[in-house]
């Protein structure tokens, strides 16, 4: 049929207004997406960038806050953030192409291509089972004395497994699931043994040059990185700079660094075959029987009746001193979310959800002030009868008032040598779980720090009597005694 001039203007006229109407709606998003971002800014909860991307196409992004306080340098869409183990998909990535070259065998044991490697554990453990954490394998990072005694320390790959990666297993391989990042460390040497190349090396020639991710890579100390945003700590009373930590130390599990731009670049990679074939891609989001973890991706099912239709999320965070990431992948619809935080600590999860929800205008929660913040503010503005009146406040208001985080705050008290409010705030705890001994445990401490020995005493033998294997309750009452 034959286009009259009328039906052809007619038609361009229509087109034109779905792209107006597309634009008009992805502006909407944008807008709401952004007050909900600033929410999570206002209360100091978010510092960094934000993206979200539909089919490779930017329908949000911002930047909120500073790269660096001490210069007053703002964060832009430039800015590069240390993303923590969100480089497991990439090393993930890595060994699938591995696979797809024949040079390694997902279902093969450890010890074919680490022989090195303790032979009890090697033979026994598969590269499958360390990609979806079910291998058995510690984690390093769970260590007691990995912050004070290794972290600042460089080791090469060889040296670190055998300190930190060697220890016995935790469970028989494949029969429950424990995140480790000792195996994806392990995995970063398998890399190495079998390409005879630095990891970092077979990153930047197997994924971020093809994919001209020019504004990633493996991050280092020593290294002059253009851009590089500084990590920070949020305490009760501003911001710190976070601690030391080398990153020979993540390595294959978490040190890589990369903007939001570049990591739309991943996403839509992956939604091809150009890094890896079809199947292996299947096997990438193939869960284990243990967990909704696959090959460096978590995957989860969101509720059909709620979306409207099936859809799956794959995504990953990642949390390293001074620094969380956080990245989203709804498969069907393309959709992407990046959250980069370089202030540590940063609600990924509800941000996500939020962000997610609006695109889809579904129903979310805005952010709402951290109990601790609210305590603390009530503190500097009233003193402690302040503080103890806004505590049963928010306990008659029925906010969750956890154990752990009410201990939490406690012990930033002491660091901030308050000590008064410190001791207010552990009994306030020991009277809501008056039957936890490491209420009564903390207080103790707190008494003691406060020269009030009598006191500390009758909290650490309470602390016993709960908990009869407390090591640092029996330490105490020998001191005390």
Wanted: neutral net charge; aromatic residues 12%.
């Amino acid at each position: 049929m034959k286009l009259t001039s009328n039906m052809f203007y007619h038609t361009i006229f229509i087109t034109a207004l779905l792209l107006l109407s597309h634009t008009a709606i992805a502006g909407e998003h944008a807008k709401e997406m952004d007050a909900f971002i600033e929410q999570f800014h206002s209360f100091k909860q978010f510092n960094g960038n934000v993206l979200v991307a539909k089919q490779g196409k930017i329908i949000f992004e911002k930047s909120y806050g500073y790269a660096n306080f001490e210069w007053d340098i703002k964060n832009t869409a430039e800015t590069k953030f240390r993303i923590g183990s969100i480089t497991k998909q990439f090393t993930a990535l890595l060994i699938l192409q591995l696979a797809q070259q024949n040079k390694i065998q997902l279902d093969a044991s450890l010890a074919t291509y680490l022989p090195d490697y303790r032979q009890d554990i090697g033979n026994k453990i598969t590269i499958r089972q360390i990609l979806n954490h079910t291998s058995g394998l510690s984690n390093y990072t769970q260590t007691k004395t990995f912050r004070n005694d290794y972290s600042r320390n460089p080791y090469s790959v060889d040296e670190f497994i055998k300190l930190l990666c060697s220890d016995d297993l935790l469970f028989e391989p494949g029969t429950q699931f424990s995140y480790s990042n000792s195996g994806y460390f392990i995995l970063g040497a398998v890399i190495e043994k079998v390409t005879e190349r630095r990891y970092q090396d077979v990153l930047q020639e197997n994924i971020f040059k093809p994919l001209n991710m020019h504004n990633t890579g493996y991050d280092s100390h020593a290294k002059i990185i253009n851009q590089r945003a500084s990590g920070y700590s949020k305490n009760l009373d501003g911001y710190t700079n976070a601690d030391y930590l080398d990153m020979s130390i993540p390595y294959a599990a978490g040190s890589i660094y990369s903007t939001a731009r570049d990591l739309v670049k991943w996403d839509q990679a992956l939604h091809t075959n150009k890094l890896i074939n079809k199947e292996l891609k299947k096997q990438m989001y193939t869960v284990s029987e243990q967990r909704n973890y696959a090959l460096g991706w978590e995957v989860n099912q969101l509720d059909a009746d709620k979306y409207g239709k099936p859809l799956t999320q794959v995504q990953h965070g990642g949390g390293i001193e001074g620094f969380n990431a956080f990245i989203s992948r709804i498969i069907e619809d393309q959709l992407l979310v990046i959250i980069l935080n370089n202030t540590g600590g940063a609600p990924m999860t509800p941000m996500t959800k939020g962000l997610t929800n609006i695109f889809y205008a579904k129903p979310y929660d805005g952010a709402t002030e951290n109990v601790d913040s609210q305590l603390y503010h009530a503190l500097q503005n009233g003193g402690i009868a302040q503080l103890k009146s806004k505590y049963n406040q928010l306990d008659e208001q029925k906010v969750p008032l956890r154990e752990r985080s009410i201990n939490y705050f406690g012990y930033e008290l002491i660091a901030m040598k308050k000590l008064d409010a410190a001791i207010a705030v552990f009994e306030l705890n020991t009277a809501k779980y008056p039957d936890s001994a490491n209420t009564h445990d903390s207080l103790g401490e707190a008494y003691l720090t406060a020269n009030k020995p009598v006191l500390a005493l009758k909290s650490y033998q309470r602390a016993l009597e709960l908990n009869p294997d407390s090591e640092s309750a029996k330490q105490a009452i020998i001191k005390l005694q």
